[in-house]
């Protein structure tokens, strides 16, 4: 994000960021005081990342929040569209009856070798109710590894690889799901959890991401993302439950979703912007300019 410059011009931060991301050193956290304290106002996710700009001394009435939202529209006219040619769509992606879905980059922070090692135990413990299938959409450098992880669990049969999809292909893997997992074990919000949310899937998602508190809420469950256990066990759960429980989590999917459209993004910039142009104007001294200088430096 730009700074204000020598004119004062005011300047609107947008960050996702949360102290839950990475463990936090003194002296960077001081630097990072610094910048915030360059910027007027802020647009942010939710309240974790409010949190975490208020540590910074970002004074609470100067934050405003709609930052991560994506295209609700898009992903619920597409995924009802799915529904209406299930068949078709099943039968032409490959798809199985009843699945859990993933979508992630095949990198650590995603958590998937847990998530595949925590689904090869609901597999077990749900052997005689016959176990829904994972579809893990995405790509990237642990691919191998997790191929043979798969392969080790003798999982071959149940999870599916579709690899990476484009955009316009993303409907007909929600719109066929059961519902929807996400295993990270560090993110700072979780777009993936709007667009499931916005396809009406209920969802399991780990406490770490940043979303937790707006978009799984009464709609699914969470868990801790080091303890495949604990999955194992929501996978089960949500697994069993009646048509009508699922039903009731797919309604509440529906219902936060719809408070995190592209309108959201547009009236919280809206009221940042409103904000930071009321309030005096920040112009940079020697100081400021040092801590930008060292800053830039050392992300390089």
């Excluded at 360059?38 to 929040?65: C, K, N, W």
């Excluded at 959890?193 to 009406?200: Q, T």
């Excluded at 995190?260 to 009236?267: A, D, I, L, S, V």
């Excluded at 912007?273 to 060292?294: D, S, Y």
Aim: glycine share 8%; hydrophobic share 40%.
């Amino acid at each position: 994000m730009v700074c204000g410059d020598e004119t004062g011009t005011p300047s609107i931060l947008m960050s996702e960021s949360t102290a839950l991301d990475k463990p936090r050193v003194a002296w960077r956290e001081w630097i990072k005081q610094r910048i915030v304290d360059l910027y007027s106002t802020a647009l942010v996710g939710g309240q974790r990342h409010i949190d975490y700009l208020i540590a910074l001394e970002m004074p609470r009435d100067r934050i405003f929040t709609g930052y991560d939202v994506v295209d609700n529209d898009y992903f619920a006219r597409g995924a009802n569209e799915v529904r209406g040619q299930k068949e078709e769509v099943r039968k032409k992606y490959g798809l199985p009856e009843n699945y859990f879905l993933a979508s992630a980059r095949f990198i650590e922070k995603k958590n998937l070798s847990t998530l595949i090692r925590g689904y090869a135990g609901y597999c077990h413990a749900a052997a005689d109710a016959g176990p829904w299938d994972l579809v893990l959409l995405g790509d990237g450098p642990l691919k191998s590894d997790l191929c043979r992880l798969i392969a080790e669990l003798r999982l071959d049969g149940s999870v599916l690889l579709p690899g990476f999809k484009q955009y316009d292909e993303l409907p007909f893997y929600y719109g066929l799901a059961k519902a929807f997992v996400h295993a990270s074990t560090t993110e700072q919000w979780g777009l993936v959890v709007n667009e499931a949310i916005a396809s009406d899937l209920p969802v399991i998602v780990s406490n770490r991401c940043g979303c937790v508190p707006e978009l799984a809420q009464n709609n699914g469950f969470t868990f801790d993302p080091t303890d495949e256990h604990e999955l194992l066990s929501r996978l089960c759960e949500m697994a069993s439950l009646s048509q009508d429980g699922r039903k009731r989590l797919e309604e509440a999917s529906r219902r936060i979703a719809a408070n995190f459209g592209p309108e959201r993004f547009g009236e919280g910039l809206t009221r940042a912007a409103k904000v930071a142009i009321e309030l005096p104007r920040k112009k940079f001294g020697a100081l400021e300019r040092a801590v930008l200088f060292g800053a830039m430096r050392y992300r390089r």
